[in-house]
């Protein structure tokens, strides 16, 4: 490396540090972007002022299970964020209905819109609406863009009105010098006929500014109707990570061609009645399914099998319904052979208690689980051989072929999970805070639990770094293909495996669910995380282990519904450990009495928001109603948090070094600065 100095740079060695020794080629490519003094001393003048910007509001959410309604919801109104914003700043002025108007337009100014247009039939009334209200959208823009520098508001702006905006946020009608030009500009965006699409501009603007950048605690699919809606916002959002959870691994799994995923994943469709987010939102094909179902089932009624919520259901959809049904025994009994397959090539999974198919008595009608004999509420197995119960049938090979070359073609599909893989992992450290969807396997006495995977021990850290290796190599293939087809069995495992960091518990049990009336059967005992989860010494001990450090650190959680209506809390650990699944997902809302739980941390501290479920976006614009929300912890900070005491400050930090190493070298002559020249187009 010293061979790559000049000679002339070494008649001043003396002046130049080590760092600058050894990494005189990073220097010069720096050199590149900044060629002189002048360009290097600019950005670090830049760099250190945003150190001293306060920090930007993370919004964290989790197991949001296809609810796409809710999800848009909460997202536009940032959990009650922007109607703070609005409170704040025209309390003195507008009462509450007007501050709910101008919320409503705010979340959703195309309906908005359309309904003040049909109300207000005179030009001139509507005109002096527009001006008034585009002179509110300002105030709020200015106050929710307030914490960024003029550069990154800068990059939010639309293209059309970037300049307009701009002016707008920067000049004010209450300078006597400038009340003429701001009110001409908004007058003359009223009489070019541009201000329904200049508010929609700016009501997406402030919705962007007010969420620096979002949390998903896994699990976006399953239960719900519109998963594929919600990626479709994702994949779209300005700034986000994703924590993936068991069922966002499943759906995975299944892109990367895993039949028992596959299998799983049009199970719970069925079982929930939402075959349309296989049909429609990803185009996979159900023919094959139906046919084999109506021929296989035509005379079993599968009423274990009906889709959840068919006790109101017109006669011709209960049609529908029960066909629906016979699909999803067909696909179940499918499943248990799969995963069979899959358990006894891998007896490192330890799983051979979901081995349950051998174990019917037909003749007593009876199953043993364990040590347990249960009674069986259904007998009717055409498929399943007693002499090979594991084995398909060649019909319900023909099914698991075409369901596999469905899924694994599907081109949404493929362009939502791959924005999984780009924004995603098993777990992320940000500014203090540890996320993970479900848990950390733990021993009894609250150490970390070695866990083998292809021979290898792991725990910890290792354990999720380990694991999210894997289902990159299912997806995108490892080194060898007896790698690749370890790693596609093993996302499967993480669905439901009993020591799987994504699911932790000892079984999952769909078999006796379905065929054994008797509760008791259904019992997951759940992994010792979620017992020793309160504990603060062991969750010190965790986020010691992923080096998460400072006064206010905190594990994030969602996988498990806290039952508030039992009065579980979700805060544990004396504040150091949050679950954030409150129910967001409709299915569990009878359990919870609340509608989820969504966590906001702005530069004074944490909010944990408690939401009572959603009516429907038609409700919100038309009536104003909001989700109402309440703030159930305020966990302020002895001081305001700035960028400086972010992820964001010490990497910023970093580059200030740099620069300032790139300064010394300049000023020693070991770069030579270069007039700076701007890239400027030809016409």
């Not at 061609?257 to 299998?263: E, L, M, R, T």
């Not at 930090?653 to 002559?669: N, P, T, V, Y």
Request: hydrophobic fraction near 40%; proline fraction near 4%; glycine fraction near 6%.
């Amino acid at each position: 490396m010293l061979a790559a100095v000049s000679l002339m740079s070494l008649t001043v060695e003396a002046l130049l540090s080590p760092y600058i020794i050894m990494d005189l080629r990073y220097l010069s490519l720096l050199s590149r972007n900044f060629p002189n003094i002048a360009t290097a001393s600019t950005e670090i003048i830049n760099l250190e002022a945003i150190l001293n910007l306060p920090k930007g509001t993370e919004h964290f959410l989790a197991d949001l299970h296809g609810e796409y309604e809710a999800f848009q919801h909460v997202l536009r109104n940032a959990s009650g964020t922007i109607k703070r914003k609005v409170r704040e700043i025209f309390n003195e002025t507008l009462g509450h209905r007007e501050q709910q108007e101008l919320c409503t337009l705010i979340y959703y100014p195309e309906r908005k819109l359309d309904l003040i247009k049909q109300e207000i039939d005179e030009s001139d009334e509507l005109g002096d609406w527009y001006f008034i209200t585009i002179n509110r959208l300002v105030r709020v823009c200015r106050s929710v863009s307030s914490k960024y520098t003029r550069s990154k508001v800068h990059k939010a702006l639309p293209d059309d009105y970037s300049y307009i905006i701009q002016e707008l946020l920067h000049e004010t009608s209450s300078d006597p010098n400038k009340q003429a030009y701001v009110d001409v500009v908004v007058r003359t965006i009223i009489s070019t006929g541009q201000a329904d699409s200049f508010i929609i501009a700016m009501c997406n603007l402030i919705q962007q500014l007010t969420i620096d950048r979002l949390h998903i605690l896994g699990d976006v699919y399953d239960r719900g109707p519109s998963p594929d809606k919600i990626m479709d916002i994702l994949c779209n959002y300005h700034d986000f990570d994703f924590q993936w959870g068991n069922h966002d691994i499943l759906w995975m799994g299944a892109a990367s061609g895993n039949d028992c995923c596959i299998a799983n994943v049009v199970r719970i469709a069925l079982r929930y009645g939402n075959q349309s987010v296989l049909e429609d939102g990803y185009g996979i094909n159900l023919l094959p399914l139906a046919t084999f179902a109506l021929e296989t089932y035509a005379d079993d009624e599968c009423e274990r099998f009906m889709p959840r919520d068919t006790d109101s259901l017109s006669p011709e959809h209960y049609r529908t319904a029960a066909l629906v049904a016979r699909m999803h025994k067909a696909i179940a009994i499918i499943q248990f052979k799969l995963e069979a397959a899959t358990i006894i090539r891998r007896p490192e999974f330890e799983m051979d208690d979901r081995l349950l198919l051998h174990r019917i008595n037909r003749a007593e009608a009876t199953v043993t689980v364990g040590d347990a004999v249960y009674p069986m509420c259904d007998m009717n197995f055409p498929t399943v051989d007693p002499d090979a119960p594991y084995a398909l049938t060649p019909d319900e090979q023909t099914v698991v072929e075409k369901l596999h070359r469905s899924f694994v073609r599907s081109e949404k599909l493929r362009r939502h999970i791959k924005c999984l893989f780009r924004n995603g992992c098993i777990y992320t450290v940000a500014n203090g805070n540890l996320l993970y969807h479900a848990s950390m396997p733990l021993n009894d006495d609250g150490t970390l639990k070695d866990i083998v995977i292809a021979g290898n021990t792991y725990h910890g850290k290792a354990l999720l770094d380990c694991v999210g290796n894997l289902i990159r190599e299912a997806y995108f293939g490892a080194d060898t293909p007896e790698q690749q087809a370890f790693a596609l069995d093993y996302v499967w495992y993480l669905w439901c495996g009993k020591n799987s960091p994504a699911f932790d518990k000892d079984k999952m049990a769909t078999f006796e669910r379905y065929f054994i009336t008797d509760k008791a059967a259904h019992t997951e005992v759940k992994g010792a995380y979620y017992r020793l989860r309160d504990d603060e010494t062991v969750v010190d001990m965790i986020l010691d282990e992923f080096g998460v450090t400072g006064q206010y650190r905190h594990i994030i959680n969602g996988h498990v519904p806290v039952k508030t209506i039992k009065g579980e809390n979700p805060i544990k650990a004396g504040g150091k450990l949050m679950v954030i699944d409150g129910g967001f997902s409709k299915a569990y809302q009878p359990e919870t009495g609340i509608a989820g739980y969504t966590l906001v941390y702005h530069s004074r501290g944490f909010q944990l928001v408690q939401h009572e479920p959603f009516t429907s976006i038609e409700n919100a614009v038309e009536l104003g109603q909001d989700i109402k929300s309440t703030v159930q912890l305020v966990e302020m900070t002895n001081h305001r948090m700035m960028v400086k005491d972010t992820d964001k400050g010490e990497e910023l930090r970093h580059q200030i070094a740099d620069l300032q190493e790139l300064l010394r070298a300049f000023r020693s002559g070991a770069i030579k600065e270069r007039a700076y020249r701007p890239i400027t187009l030809k016409s």
